[in-house]
C-alpha cells in the first residue's frame, strides 16, 4: 500500500470516529486507490442513501463533496484537512438502491491558507457506459505550518 493511500485511510479512520453522519452514510465505503493530490473510493447504495422517491439522496452527494473535499488534502501530506468555505454541488444524474458509485477527489490547488477540491460521483451503467451523478466543488480554510 502506497503512503498517500495510508494517510487517506488514517485521515478517514481518524474523521470516521468523530462524525456519526459520515460514519453513518459512508460506514461501508472502500477506499482503495490514491496518489498526491488525488483518491478513488467507491460505495454501493444502500437503503439509507435514497430520499422519497426511492433515488439517491441530494444530502448524500452534498456529505461525499464534503468529505472527499477533506480526504483529497489528506492525500497531499496534510494533517488536518481544514474547515469548508465554501461547498457546491451539481446534482447530474441519479442513482437507485444497488448502484455502485466510483469517487474520486482530487486537490487542486493546495495553497497556504486555502485548498480547493473537485470531487466527482460517478456510476456504470449496465450498458457500461459511465454517467456523472454528480460533481462538487468544495473550498476549505488549511493552516499549513
Known sequence: MGSELRRVQEAWERIRANSPIYAFLLNDIDIYNAERGVFLAQIQVASHHLNSKGTLHGVFSACVTDWAGGLAIASCGLDSTGVSTDIHVNYLSTAAIGDWLEIEGRANKVGKSLAFTTIT?????????????????????????
Open 121 to 145: 460521483i460517478s456510476k456504470r451503467t449496465e450498458s457500461g457506459q459511465t454517467v456523472i451523478v454528480a460533481q462538487g466543488t468544495h473550498t476549505k480554510y488549511i493552516k499549513v505550518r
